[in-house]
Each structure stands twice: as C-alpha cells, then as structure tokens.
C-alpha cells in the first residue's frame, strides 16, 4: 500500500507565497511522474503542475511564473512553491504520483495514488 502524505496548506493573504510537500511512502520500487492538482468549489479538478522522473516540467497557463514544482527523488517527495498567491488560487490541492511496483509473479505495473488533500484559501 502506498501512501501520499501532504503538507503546508493555509491561509494566506494575496500576493503571499506558500509551500506545498507531499511525500510517498510505502512498498515500490520507484516513482514516476508526480503532481500537483487543485479543485475549487463548484469546479473539476485541474492539474495545476506536473514533474517527470527525469525533472521535466509543465504547467497550468494560470500559474506559469508564479508556481513552481520540484522533486527530491531521495525523499520520495514532490513540493510546490506557491508565489503571487491570488484569490482565484483558492482550493483544495491533491498530490498525485505513479509508482512502479513488483505484483504477484514478479511482473512490475504502474499504479497511481493521490494525497488526501490540503486546503490552500488566498484572502483579498
């Protein structure tokens, strides 16, 4: 069973900056690609960003500039840097990741887990 952990959610005034971490814990061999994603009330969920093994990145047009994704692949962990926070940003964030895992028979899957979610509210 694997596990996404996040943290660093709150509330903060706009044009204030936040720093999300989410890390994965648990029973693979590997993680994947991981990333961030976020549903405001009312709204489908939305990738906000995403981050590849290898570190290639791409973002939400609406964050281009503002937010930043990044890994630590030791720590199995994936963090958003959240800068020129603005009302509109308000929502739940969701980490999410693929993780390459050894099942019955030795044969390795793909699997994907998401967060439980942490609150992030931008005040105007």
């Known amino acids: 069973q694997v596990q996404l952990v996040e943290s660093g959610g709150g509330l903060v005034q706009a044009g204030g900056s936040l720093r999300l971490s989410c890390a994965a814990s648990?029973?693979?061999?590997?993680?994947?690609?991981m990333a961030w994603y976020r549903q405001a009330p009312g709204n489908q969920r939305e990738l906000v960003a995403r981050?590849?093994?290898?570190?290639?990145?791409n973002y939400a047009d609406s964050v281009k500039g503002r937010f930043t994704i990044s890994r630590d692949n030791a720590k199995n962990t994936v963090y958003l840097q959240m800068n020129s926070l603005k009302p509109e940003d308000t929502a739940v964030y969701y980490c999410?990741?693929?993780?390459?895992?050894?099942?019955?028979?030795?044969?390795?899957?793909?699997?994907?887990?998401w967060g439980q979610g942490t609150q992030v509210t931008v005040s105007s």
């Open positions: 981050i590849t093994s290898g570190s290639n990145t």
């Open positions: 999410s990741a693929y993780t390459i895992e050894q099942t019955m028979g030795d044969t390795l899957k793909q699997f994907s887990y």
């Open positions: 648990g029973r693979f061999l590997s993680v994947t690609d």
